[in-house]
């Protein structure tokens, strides 16, 4: 009985040990976040992590998780230092329509409209780095195809926009979900990310494509 328990193809066993990589790959990326230019390749290494070995059935996610970082570290930071400068430029636009939606009913409705749009660049944003795990790119060729995928699947970008923007919004006040929140986020975008990239992953390894019905 006590080999079925510590077995680790045991249910309790697997759920278990999931339930420990997701804290531990949280852990993970937001320490390898600290330099702030490293948030692409945290970004990248806790997506391919989650996708391999949370939803799917991989061993050894915190090594995965540093071999990713690794070899997307150039790139990664390259691409952070694109997207850091142009998120602050935002956030300094929202600002100033904040100030304005207490002047008056436009400047309220500018601001909301304003709320909704970001929504777009925010679900951008969670196509960069997944896509860097998995694909070669530098930074122009990475920021113009993920440009085109958001656009392509605009339904899905806009909730990823939205469930980034809430888990910002989550942290902000229970900062103690940030322990799990990032690969549990992370979790939630393999759902539309990885049946995105199915046929590209076909593609690239000479697969044939699946139909989708």
Known sequence: MAGGIFNPENGFYRVTGKMVD??????????????????GPATAALYNAVARCIRGNERNSWGLFFRTFRANLKVGIL???????AAAVLVLLQGVLYQTAVLGKAGYVLYVAYQIFLLLPLGMVCYLFPVLSRFSFRTGGLLLNCSKLAMAHLPATVLMGLLLALSVWVCSYVPVVAAVLPAMLAL???????????????????????DET
């Open 22 to 39: 997701i804290f531990l790959l949280s852990v993970f990326w937001l320490a390898c976040c600290i330099p702030v230019v490293t948030i």
């Open 79 to 85: 691409t952070t230092l694109v997207v850091l400068p």
């Open 188 to 210: 939630v975008q393999t759902v539309p990310l990885e049946r995105i990239f199915r046929p590209y992953i076909q593609a690239q390894r000479g697969e044939p494509q699946e």
